[in-house]
């Protein structure tokens, strides 16, 4: 079964601390992976769009990287802000089986403490 | 450009009653989505179209759930009768032409409450 899981559901830090949000993916036959914002009461908004020929995006103080050999992407803010705060989804499309559609990690809750 | 519009935002009902949401996607946005997601878990796919045509409802309970998509343009998604565990915020996202590459735009969500 093709899943998609982040670990862990959620995670504080301080501001200005640098950080790696974690998504583990369980087939490496993918057609593209993202990353996802969501803040409370709001829907989703794409932050990094990483094709399966990509190891990595960048933008802003956001990167993601890929490794489809270990089933993997990272997403690492630099210099968190309080305004960081809010849940960040990881989804996967696949080559095979669900190739339509977007399958979506359950989140990372991120607090950035002032 | 205005962003994809979803009413109502929020919806109380008993169980076995009906519910409608509806969703205009962003203009000339020829796929729509439907996504359920349930407090804590990421949203699934519950109907995927193309212009008005169904793509993808492999997914959609198909026994109390329905869409459709008249025109191409605004979408409707119905529940009747409604269950407890359909309690949940409700999608709707648009992309350009469903590419496999395209980037989805996200609605705010209709927050469901089921009692």
């Known amino acids: 079964k093709q899943e998609v899981t982040q670990i862990p559901a959620a995670l504080s830090v301080p501001e200005g601390e640098n950080l790696v949000l974690n998504c583990s993916f369980t087939?490496?036959?993918?057609?593209?992976l993202q990353w996802f914002r969501q803040d409370p009461g709001k829907g989703l908004t794409s932050l990094l769009l990483?094709?399966?020929?990509?190891r990595e995006q960048t933008s802003g103080r956001l990167n993601a990287s890929l490794d489809k050999s270990s089933g993997r992407s990272t997403l690492y803010i630099a210099a968190s802000q309080p305004g960081d705060s809010a849940t960040y989804l990881c989804?996967?499309?696949?080559?095979?089986?669900?190739?339509?559609?977007?399958?979506f990690g359950s989140g990372t809750q991120l607090t950035v403490l002032p | 450009e205005a962003g994809v519009a979803q009413s109502p935002r929020y919806k109380i009902i008993e169980k076995r009653q009906s519910v409608a949401f509806w969703c205009n996607p962003i203009?000339?946005?020829?796929?729509l989505y439907w996504y359920q997601q349930i407090l804590g878990q990421g949203p699934k796919l519950l109907i995927q179209?193309?212009?008005?045509?169904?793509?993808?409802d492999s997914q959609l309970p198909k026994d109390r759930f329905s869409a459709e998509r008249l025109k191409g343009v605004d979408s409707t998604l119905k529940i009747q009768p409604a269950k407890l565990e359909d309690s949940a915020v409700y999608l709707c996202?648009?992309?350009?032409?469903?590419?496999?590459?395209?980037?989805?735009?996200f609605g705010p969500g209709t927050r469901l409450t089921v009692l």
């Open positions: 996202a648009s992309s350009q032409g469903g590419a496999e590459s395209d980037t989805q735009y």
């Open positions: 087939d490496s036959a993918i057609y593209n």
């Open positions: 990483i094709q399966s020929s990509q």
């Open positions: 989804a996967v499309k696949w080559t095979s089986g669900s190739a339509r559609q977007l399958t």
């Open positions: 203009s000339g946005h020829a796929t």
């Open positions: 179209f193309q212009n008005n045509g169904v793509v993808d």
